[in-house]
């Protein structure tokens, strides 16, 4: 892969000084969906799959991109002392993000880079590509720029590109398990403190499958800010009765007791599966350190249904998946993971019926929706390095 990369490298930005190469993980969810700008848990893991680079620094203040996933693209150009979004960038607004947030939290780059990327985590699919893409460009200009600044800060400072210079308000917990990822490990983390710790995964003869629905959704045009909206209407409503700072602070019996306060259908049932989703995190994290693989796998089904009735963010192709997959034998769990509306779905699947599960539920997938789903039997990874 690196020579491959410092090759095309050479082919698209000429000879001069050797690039260097460099790696950051996409990530999967394992169980606690939503939960991550609502106070919550989360259980995501960093893949082997991921983001590749090869970037060298320039003496000006030009930023020069290539994806070798968007080829047809070209080189995208930007001045780095004078960085803003703009639609026909593209992709290229990502990178352009991580110069602008880094500056903005006090580390100014001087120089410019020229930096061309390769993928290997499905695109629009919910692994995380755009929080991949935002670590990997800030972990470089780190290294290159020799700022110091933990991984922690730097999943902070991607979050905070996300959210301010792309437009997509999301949680911390995909910059956050990019950055931090540990081989063979998925971290459960609080979002309400940032506090976590490393639970190993030990599936016992099972593997991870992710099935890629291949539908398309944009995270920033996709209902995920409205929802994100309906928990922050729910919350003020419970909040002027009870004293809590996010809906991660409260049991399902508290939420039930207090829930009518809330006053509105729609708005109780997405506070609902906040709630519920988190106390589902907490006891999967128990169960698999208990060695129970099997109610971890139960938790997983119970957090697709509560994300199909409601949060209502599955759709006809996430759910046939997993609906799919429940069907099967040696299927120990399965849910949506991500933002949903599209993207993938997490199976855990015992090894000797792997190929019986991708070759039945793509057979069914294909057959209702139309068009194929893609499968990837995954391996947890490290967070972002330098190859």
């Known amino acids: 892969m690196k020579e491959k990369l410092l090759q095309e490298f050479a082919k698209i930005f000429g000879e001069g000084k050797e690039a260097q190469v460099f790696f950051a993980p996409g990530r999967v969810n394992l169980i606690g969906e939503h939960t991550d700008y609502n106070g919550g848990h989360v259980f995501p893991c960093a893949l082997t799959i991921g983001t590749y680079a090869a970037a060298r620094k320039r003496d000006d203040k030009t930023l020069r991109v290539y994806s070798m996933n968007f080829e047809h693209l070209g080189v995208i150009n930007a001045n780095i002392t004078n960085l803003e979004y703009k639609k026909e960038d593209d992709w290229a607004n990502y990178p352009k993000s991580m110069y602008w947030a880094l500056k903005e939290k006090g580390y100014t780059a001087e120089q410019g880079m ?3 990327y390769f993928g290997n985590i499905p695109n629009a699919s919910g692994l995380s590509s755009s929080a991949s893409l935002e670590v990997l460009t800030g972990y470089i200009i780190k290294e290159f720029m020799g700022f110091d600044i933990s991984l922690i800060d730097l999943a902070l400072v991607s979050q905070f590109a996300e959210n301010n210079f792309i437009g997509v308000n999301c949680g911390i917990m ?32 099972a593997k991870i499958i992710i099935a890629c629905s291949n539908k398309k959704r944009g995270l920033g045009d996709s209902k995920y800010n409205e929802r994100r909206k309906e928990c922050e209407d729910a919350l003020e409503a419970l909040q002027s009765i009870l004293k809590i700072q996010s809906l991660g602070d409260l049991s399902e019996a508290e939420f039930e007791k207090h829930k009518d306060i809330i006053g509105d259908k729609i708005r109780i049932k997405r506070a609902k599966h906040a709630v519920y989703e988190n106390q589902r995190t907490i006891k999967a994290v128990a169960a698999l350190k208990a060695k129970d693989v099997t109610a971890f796998g139960q938790l997983m089904n119970a957090s697709h249904v509560s994300l199909r009735d409601d949060y209502e963010v599955t759709g006809i192709e996430l759910d046939t998946l997993v609906e799919t997959a429940w069907g ?9 993971t991500g933002a949903g509306f599209g993207g993938c779905t997490v199976s855990i699947v015992m090894d000797d019926k792997v190929d019986d ?7 069914t997938y294909e ?16 967070g972002p390095k330098k190859l």
């Open 174 to 205: 995909d910059q956050f398990s990019v950055a931090m990822g540990k081989k063979e490990h998925a971290i459960f983390l609080d979002t309400s403190n940032l506090s976590y710790e490393y639970a190993p995964i030990k599936l016992q003869s």
């Open 367 to 382: 057959d209702k929706i139309g068009y194929k789903a893609d499968f990837y039997v995954v391996d947890i990874g490290d």
């Open 114 to 116: 020229d930096i061309l």
């Open 328 to 336: 099967l034998d040696g299927v120990l769990g399965s849910r949506m």
């Open 357 to 363: 599960f991708i070759e039945k539920v793509g057979k």
